[in-house]
């Protein structure tokens, strides 16, 4: 089945470790996301891929990496630099076409807890 | 911030339509209205969008106001595996080509299903 896998579901990091969360899709979309949930709150976009070798950051970029050299894959690096580091981390994929609106799907999401 | 406004929480009888309203009073004349759903620990799963016309697909129906200001999603028989909470977003633009855009998820609202 098409669609967006995130891995690890769960993961814990150790102070000054820095972590990587996987996303890959097989949907063929040119675009992807990072976005970052905090409890009871809504989504903020951290960097996000217009296409391969591409990216941008977001609103909360800081103690953030991310790598694009495969259509299909953006994976994003939690570093030591980020203080606040435990959320739950979703990505997402859209087709990127001029003038489209297509919607952004979002994998299932990894869950970062500091031990 | 948001550009929308939802009510916090609702019920629902389960079988009878589910009737979500959303405030967009500042969209512009180009922006869409996406609607997602989140169960807890789930990633976000799109429902539907639209501009101006009424949009009705396999989950729900998208009624849009005249002037744009708001509209209703409508969940026409509502089950209990629907209990979630929905997200009303107009998305923002992003830099750069290809019309990508970040979704701003605002509180939403606690749709409960009650048998």
């Known amino acids: 089945d098409g669609g967006i896998t995130q891995s690890p579901k769960y993961l814990f990091r150790k102070e000054g470790q820095n972590v990587t969360l996987s996303c890959e899709q097989n949907l063929n979309h040119d675009a992807m996301y990072w976005y970052r949930q905090d409890p009871g709150q809504g989504l903020r976009l951290i960097y996000y891929?217009?296409?391969?070798?591409?990216?941008q950051k977001g609103d909360i970029a800081e103690g953030y990496s991310v790598s694009r050299e495969k259509k299909e894959s953006f994976p994003l690096t939690v570093t030591s630099a980020q203080k606040n580091p435990t959320a739950f981390y979703l990505c997402a994929s859209s087709i990127r076409l001029a003038n489209s609106n297509q919607p952004q799907h979002f994998g299932d999401g990894t869950r970062l807890s500091i031990l | 911030d948001a550009k929308t406004t939802q009510p916090p929480s609702m019920d629902c009888a389960e079988g009878r339509a589910a009737n979500l309203p959303c405030n967009h009073s500042?969209?512009?004349?180009?922006?869409?209205v996406y609607w997602y759903r989140q169960i807890h620990s789930q990633g976000p799963q799109y429902i539907i969008h639209g501009l101006k016309n009424n949009e009705t697909n396999e989950m729900a129906s998208l009624i849009i106001t005249e002037d744009r200001k708001s509209s209703t999603l409508i969940l026409p028989h509502a089950t209990l595996r629907d209990t979630a909470v929905y997200y009303c977003?107009?998305?923002?633009?992003?830099?750069?080509?290809?019309?990508?855009?970040?979704?701003?998820f605002g509180q939403g609202t606690t749709l409960q299903v009650k048998p």
């Open positions: 500042t969209i512009s004349g180009n922006e869409y």
């Open positions: 891929s217009q296409i391969v070798n591409d990216f």
């Open positions: 977003i107009v998305r923002v633009a992003l830099p750069g080509s290809g019309n990508t855009g970040k979704l701003i």
